[in-house]
Structures are given as C-alpha cells and as structure tokens.
C-alpha cells in the first residue's frame, strides 16, 4: 500500500499495490475522482469528466 | 510461449484489471497504450517516420509544456494482437482501424467496432442476419420522428445513435414528451442527435439478459433486474447468473455472427411476459417453452456491445470470465499457454 496527496484537497489517498497507471482512485476526504498518471512514484490528477461517447 | 498483446486504454476499469492480471500471470507480455497520449499515423506519417524529438522541437515556440506522443505504428510493430479496450465509442472505432492498417491483429476488429458503435448499424445487421430484435424506425427530422413515434404508440423508446450505459434514453409515454424530447434532442447540438432512433417499447419481466460471447460461442450469462424500466448494471441493476436455454445460446451466437463476432456483449430480452411479472413466473413460462416444438423466439436482441464490460458478470457467475475470454485469446491467436496458465474452457471454475 502506497500513499499519496490528493491533488484536490490535500487529504491522503491510499493506492493499492496492484494499482495500474490509467486507473481511477477516489479520494476517501473529498470524494473526488482522480486517475493515477504515474505509479512510481504515484502522481494523480483529477480523472477526465464523463465523455459522451463513454460506455461499452 | 508467451504473446505480445497490446492493450489499447485511456482507462483502466476492473475489467482491464481483471484482463492484465490473467494475462501477466500466463506470462504473456503486455504492452499497455494510452490512446491520449498517442499519434496514429497514416501512411509515411508513421512509424519509424514520426520523431517526438522533431515535434516537440517545431512546437516549442508555443511553450515548453508540449509533451511528447507515442507513435502508435511503432508501438503496436511487435504487438501480436492488440485488444481495444477504449473507453470512448469514437477512440475505439478509429484505432481499431488503424491496428489493421498496420496489419495488427485487433480485438475486436474495426467492422465490428463499427457496427456495434451505431445502433442503427446493429439493427440492420441483426435484421439481415434473421435475428429477432425489436422493430426500430429511424427519421431525420422531427416532424417524421414524430410520425414514427406516432405508428408505435404508447410507450415507446427513443435512443442516442451512440451511447452507453442507459443514457440519454427516453420513455415516450406521450405525445406532449415525445414532442418535447425531439426538440430537445434537435436542439443538442451534435448531428447524431438529429438521428431520430425510435424503438417499440417492449414489455420485459423486470430484467434483461447480457451475454458475453467469445467468437461467436456464448461462455457466460447474466440477468439485469431492477424496477426501472432501464436494467443496466451500470443503473444499479440487481446481477445474477442465468442458464442460457437453447434458444438464448443460438440467438446470442447469431447476433454475434451478425456483427462479424469477437468479444462481445449480446443484450437480450424476453417477450411475451408480462411487465415487472414475477420472475420466477418468467422462468416458468421459459421451462414450459422449452418444452414445446414452436420456433417463435421469445427473445428479441437489442444490443451488442463491442467493448464489453465483464466485472459484474465475473462477479454474478462462476465461471472464471477473465480466464476464458484469455483463452479465447491465446486460441484464436496461436497462442500457447506456459504451464502457470491456460484452463480447460468446459471446465473453468472461479476461485471466490
């Protein structure tokens, strides 16, 4: 388990080991999603809005 | 013998998780490509004629925060398949094309993609194929719109051309909605909202059924059940497995080969219940026509689902779904396994 700042609130986000790059985490303080660009060391952003053409 | 698998993103879900995790245990080597932050090239565009280098260079009167893409002809070169797991319709019907411009193996190829990325594609497909799917007119204008809203009566459903997840799709319960939707929906904006897709509304006992299909061979099913009259998972539908019957099977296997096949979702819903009846009256009414000789489908099949979602099924069966649709993969690309991975695709059982 890895921790990192949520890039929204400053709150602590807690990454699992098998956290993938390009996957999305919510922030546990804030409730913000946010996508992990990085892994090593973790770095986030806010994870992109809702796209029209999204789905399956 | 491991397999150079390319992994087309721009977000990993569960699903991709749950896929690169079996895939990095079979020692298959993958190679995951963030469409965002990739150039497709068409012909001397790309590959070992793209430099970043030489881009960022002649963009650097603009600032120094260009960052540098990935030339996706040179990233897919050594790639033994490439498996489109774009989030986005759009990203997903395009970079499939390009994979099999650069003669990439793609998974699912880009016919499929495509039809399954418009609606009235799928529709036309299923109905050339014979596969029962609910009847469907589309209009260019919202005066005609209305008159196919008109010829179905009440309810009926209204759809985006492209979309997901249950969104944007409207009940008609009446003809003051109906026209107060088309004017909204001529008013959004994007042309495809101007692609009036008008459905007849059908009656399902309270669920719908989402089948993934490897190839065209159905491997696992679900129920989507909710008071709502959308059962998406995706809406908070209750999951749980469902026994495919006969007639399910070889509907689902032909909408796939109607699309062309590949990884698929097949969205069905049975006919002839009644609204919200009980579900247990459904499957009742299943077993007794199982029994009978008829060949009237009591299913109809209303979608087909190019990059499916599989997370809820995983969890909603027992069979081990990451693992066969890895299989599947290793067996349609000549793939053999090591002696870590590889199941028997009759006999795969989910560890829980």
């Known amino acids: ?56 | 013998m491991s397999v150079e698998i390319g992994l087309l993103y721009s977000r990993i879900r569960r699903d991709e998780k749950l896929l690169l995790s079996e895939l990095r245990d079979r020692g298959h080597d993958v190679q995951k490509i963030d469409v965002r932050d990739t150039t497709f090239g068409v012909g001397a565009a790309g590959g070992e004629g793209f430099d970043a280098d030489d881009t960022e260079n002649e963009t650097s009167d603009a600032g120094d925060d260009t960052e540098e893409a990935t030339d996706a002809m040179s990233a897919l070169a050594g790639c033994d398949v490439v498996l489109d797991r774009c989030l986005a319709t759009s990203r997903s019907v395009y970079t499939t094309r390009f994979a099999e411009a650069y003669d990439v193996p793609v998974v699912n190829d880009p016919a499929t993609a495509r039809v399954c990325a418009d609606k009235v594609e799928t529709s036309l497909a299923l109905a050339d194929a014979g596969v029962p799917t609910p009847e469907t007119r589309v209009a260019f204008d919202t005066e005609s719109a209305l008159a196919a809203v008109e010829s179905f009566g009440y309810p009926c459903v209204l759809k985006p051309v492209v979309g997901s997840w249950g969104r944007l799709m409207a009940k008609l319960e009446g003809r003051a909605a109906a026209e107060a939707v088309l004017e909204h929906k001529a008013t959004l904006g994007h042309y495809e909202h101007k692609v009036f897709y008008v459905q007849q509304f059908v009656a399902k006992p309270g669920r719908d059924l989402r089948v993934l299909v490897c190839g065209t061979e159905p491997v696992a099913a679900m129920s989507r059940s909710g008071d709502h009259w959308l059962t998406n998972a995706k809406q908070g539908a209750e999951t749980a497995a469902f026994e495919l019957d006969d007639r399910a099977a070889e509907l689902a296997a032909a909408a796939a080969e109607a699309v062309g096949g590949g990884l698929l979702g097949v969205d069905l819903m049975e006919v002839g219940v009644a609204e919200n009846a009980d579900i247990a009256d459904a499957d009742a009414d299943a077993a007794d026509a199982d029994a009978d000789t008829e060949t009237e489908s009591r299913y109809t099949v209303h979608e087909v689902n190019h990059t499916v979602e599989f997370k809820s099924l995983n969890d909603a069966v027992d069979r081990d779904v990451p693992a066969t649709v890895v299989d599947w993969l290793e067996a349609t690309h000549g793939a053999e396994t090591d002696d870590t991975g590889g199941t028997d695709d009759t006999e795969q059982v989910i560890a829980e």
Do not use: Q
Request: glycine share 8%.
């Open chain 1, 1 to 56: 388990m890895t921790e990192t700042d949520c890039v929204e609130c400053g709150g602590t986000v807690a990454l699992h080991d098998d956290s993938e790059v390009g996957e999305i985490v919510d922030c546990e303080t804030c409730g913000v999603e946010l996508e992990l660009l990085e892994a090593e060391p973790p770095v986030l952003d806010r994870a992109p809005e809702l796209e029209e053409d999204w789905g399956e």
